[in-house]
């Protein structure tokens, strides 16, 4: 997702672009504890930093609480490959993203192999679907990373229909997708056999993915993971919506993310930072102080500007007249906020019934509202997912996209194969080395 | 599904070396640029549909100016359409000729010979940043940085080394762009330049004044050293620190996860050099 986070982390990128004055943090550089630890006996991971679901989400984990991976491992750097699709129609504003990208890490030798799919709007290289990538290679699998469905890449160069967001579209693209990358693969490296993860919505489209796997056994999945998986995409998308309140307590989303970055400013600033790197901005978070209506709205900011430039892409590449005037071919040099904010007033139930149904309704005249939602929820699975031995759930119990009826669904329907960490948000703790040594466990057992 | 991959195409009829040669740079290439496949599968190609969405949230020209003005990420850019083409060059000249010469310098040269490289530019430009700290009126960093200009150049073997931050004097990355904003001179309007990237108005002026130093400076030196050839000296010393800078910035264009990255860089520049002249 490009949260706020995204933008400060920009800035810092900016920053050091511009100021030529980037250098890693050396190793000393005291942390300050944070409120709240349970501290653990010496030599044993501390307790999950962040106790409020919502800074867990925004902030993350910090890098003492992280997962250590063989240096061995970080030094192997993915390759990116692509696949372009003959005489495919490309909109000339997209003429740098019309081919599908992944990434990919090969063992040496004969392997398993591991998809990972990313969450909503993120790309094959996002930083989680990378560390998934190196903690999977570390125990010996082949990875690739697989750009979400959401991604305005995924549209542009592999989306079937030019659009996103409804699931049976998005995983059949997957599939397609996955079945191309398998066979480019196997043409160079020895694969035993194949598994699949992916967290946030990627987690969902995983579930899909081994469903009709285990009817069709192209892949014959060994292993599934679903990291943190929205039970129901709408409902978690309306939650996200639901937080941005144009005039909710201490003002609206724009407030809530000008507040943010002048923090930031007042931070760097007083603290008269020579460095910047992911230390500073944990210092940064820890010197916060927000209140959970200021989160909820950054939260749902993030889950917007995503959220838009899948709209956007969506329409460009449909010509559908939904935010760009229908018959327009944008060259590339046009300016782009005013589409950007056009498509950020959308909200994600306007995109459902006011572009998704209608089109879906084109190629399927008997689709209803319900019928549509239905087809993107875990609860359509439930059978499936009850009975599939190989399909194994992690995720946390504050996942702020869950409701408690839908946290005890996933335990009610994983049982034994599922576990949820009392802390950690939405994928928060994805980095933190409890999860995810769990997360190895649960795809190697 | 009907899927193909496509061969490359036969190697021409050339001399077996030639052939054997072109085949290594192409597999270089390759390798640089990523490998790409094509698939042939015509019900992915996205034929037009004629569908048009019910209800429409089309841009509104005429509120166009307004709304621009009111968002977060709204940036004085009087000359967009022409910044946005510069963009676009930038992004395929870093594709096509940057990307491959940085990735060809990291892998010819080890992490211990660039870092040295890297630390003796920086070390050249600490007399810019003497001097642009002095500008600024500021003495704590016209002290840092001279202490760090003596110990990197005296314990550092002539810059080779960063000893100053290992003992804790922090680099100040002072430009002149910077010392005019601290003068109150306003930014002005965002300006892409070609092969510099995201600048404005003020900092484009800072930016030649740093050119215009560092080949003073650089031309003192070169007389210092005795070299003849002041030409070749010059070009070698361009070519040296245009790679060794964009080896440093971890940015790579068009990985944002938007289409709307000229609009969030533009934003992040702007706010990232606000922040610099604060400090």
Same mark, same amino acid.
């Given at each position: 997702m490009l949260s706020v986070r995204a933008i400060v982390l920009c800035c810092l990128l900016a920053l050091c672009a511009v100021g030529a004055a980037f250098a890693s943090a050396p190793a000393d550089v005291p942390v300050d504890a944070p409120v709240g630890v349970v501290s653990g006996a010496p030599g044993q991971m501390p307790g999950y930093p962040f106790a409020n679901r919502y800074k867990a989400t925004v902030y993350g984990t910090p890098p003492d609480y992280r997962y250590t991976l063989p240096a061995a491992t970080l030094d192997v750097v993915p390759e990116v490959r692509s696949i372009k699709i003959a005489e495919r129609r490309v909109p000339e504003l997209f003429w740098y993203c019309d081919a599908m990208e992944y990434s990919v890490m090969l063992q040496k030798r004969e392997a398993p192999l591991i998809f990972i799919i990313a969450g909503t709007g993120a790309r094959h290289n996002s930083s989680k679907v990378r560390f998934l990538q190196n903690l999977f290679y570390s125990a010996g699998y082949h990875t690739i990373g697989v750009s979400s469905p959401t991604h305005f890449n995924f549209i542009v160069s592999m989306s079937k229909h030019g659009l996103s967001g409804y699931v049976p579209y998005d995983v059949d693209d997957l599939h397609t997708l996955l079945g191309w990358i398998k066979s480019d693969v196997e043409a160079s490296a020895k694969v035993s056999g194949y598994s699949i993860t992916g967290y946030s919505l990627g987690a969902l489209h995983a579930a899909f993915l081994a469903?009709?796997?285990?009817?069709e056994k192209?892949?014959?999945?060994?292993?599934?993971?679903?990291?943190n998986p929205p039970v129901d995409l709408f409902n978690s998308a309306l939650v996200f919506d639901s937080w941005l309140r144009p005039n909710g307590e201490g003002g609206g989303p724009q407030q809530a993310v000008t507040k943010f970055i002048e923090r930031f400013s007042e931070f760097y600033q007083t603290n008269h930072l020579g460095r910047l790197d992911s230390e500073v901005l944990y210092r940064f *978070?820890?010197?916060?102080?927000?209140?959970?209506?200021?989160?909820?709205?950054?939260?749902?900011?993030?889950?917007?500007?995503?959220?838009?430039?899948?709209?956007?892409?969506?329409?460009?590449?449909?010509d559908?007249?939904?935010?760009?005037?229908?018959?327009?071919?944008?060259?590339?040099?046009?300016?782009?906020?005013?589409?950007?904010?056009?498509?950020?007033?959308?909200?994600?139930?306007?995109?459902?019934?006011? *572009?998704?149904?209608?089109?879906?309704?084109?190629?399927?005249?008997?689709?209803?509202?319900?019928?549509?939602?239905?087809?993107?929820?875990?609860?359509?699975?439930?059978?499936?997912?009850?009975?599939?031995?190989?399909?194994?759930?992690?995720?946390?119990?504050?996942?702020?996209?869950?409701?408690?009826?839908?946290?005890?669904?996933?335990?009610?329907?994983?049982?034994?194969?599922?576990?949820?960490?009392?802390?950690?948000?939405?994928?928060?703790?994805?980095?933190?080395?409890?999860?995810?040594?769990?997360?190895?466990?649960?795809?190697?057992? | 599904m009907n899927t193909t991959m496509n061969t490359p195409a036969p190697r021409p009829a050339a001399s077996r070396r030639m052939a054997l040669l072109a085949v290594a740079l192409l597999a270089a290439l390759a390798v640089l640029a990523g490998c790409g496949a094509t698939k042939t599968a015509p019900e992915y190609t996205l034929p037009p549909t004629g569908f048009r969405a019910p209800k429409s949230h089309?841009?509104?020209?005429?509120?166009?100016?307004?709304?621009?003005?009111e968002s977060m990420l709204y940036v004085y850019d009087p000359a967009e359409r022409t910044n946005r083409l510069v963009y676009n060059f930038n992004a395929r000249f870093d594709r096509a000729v940057l990307l491959p010469v940085v990735a060809g310098y990291q892998h010819v040269f080890p992490a211990p010979v660039r870092a040295g490289v890297s630390n003796a530019i920086s070390n050249l430009n600490e007399v810019p940043r003497l001097a642009n700290s002095a500008l600024q009126g500021s003495q704590t960093k016209v002290n840092l940085t001279l202490i760090r200009l003596v110990t990197n150049t005296v314990l550092g073997v002539g810059g080779l080394f960063d000893v100053a931050t290992d003992l804790g004097f922090e680099k100040q990355p002072e430009d002149f762009g910077q010392t005019l904003g601290v003068w109150g001179v306003p930014s002005g309007a965002y300006i892409v330049l070609p092969f510099y990237g995201p600048s404005n108005g003020r900092d484009t002026v800072g930016t030649v004044g740093d050119i215009v130093f560092s080949y003073y400076q650089m031309e003192y030196l070169f007389d210092l050293a005795g070299f003849s050839d002041h030409a070749l000296a010059s070009n070698v010393n361009t070519a040296v620190r245009a790679v060794d800078t964009r080896a440093a910035i971890p940015f790579r264009y068009y990985t944002t996860d938007t289409p709307f990255e000229y609009d969030i860089l533009r934003f992040a520049y702007s706010k990232a050099r606000f922040l610099q002249i604060l400090d």
């Open positions: 469903e009709r796997d285990s009817r192209r892949f014959n999945f060994e292993k599934v993971l679903l990291i *978070f820890r010197s916060l102080d927000v209140s959970d209506e200021e989160l909820k709205q950054i939260i749902g900011v993030g889950f917007r500007i995503t959220a838009s430039s899948m709209v956007f892409t969506s329409d460009a590449c449909l559908a007249g939904y935010i760009v005037p229908a018959g327009t071919k944008i060259p590339t040099n046009e300016p782009l906020l005013p589409y950007f904010i056009a498509a950020s007033h959308v909200n994600f139930e306007q995109y459902f019934s006011e *572009f998704l149904l209608p089109y879906i309704q084109t190629r399927d005249a008997g689709m209803t509202r319900e019928g549509a939602l239905a087809a993107c929820s875990l609860l359509r699975l439930e059978g499936f997912l009850r009975n599939a031995a190989n399909v194994r759930l992690i995720g946390n119990e504050d996942d702020p996209i869950l409701s408690a009826r839908e946290v005890a669904f996933l335990k009610d329907v994983f049982g034994g194969r599922g576990v949820l960490f009392p802390l950690g948000g939405h994928c928060g703790n994805l980095q933190y080395a409890p999860f995810a040594a769990k997360a190895l466990e649960l795809v190697r057992r | 089309v841009v509104d020209t005429a509120a166009v100016q307004q709304t621009q003005q």
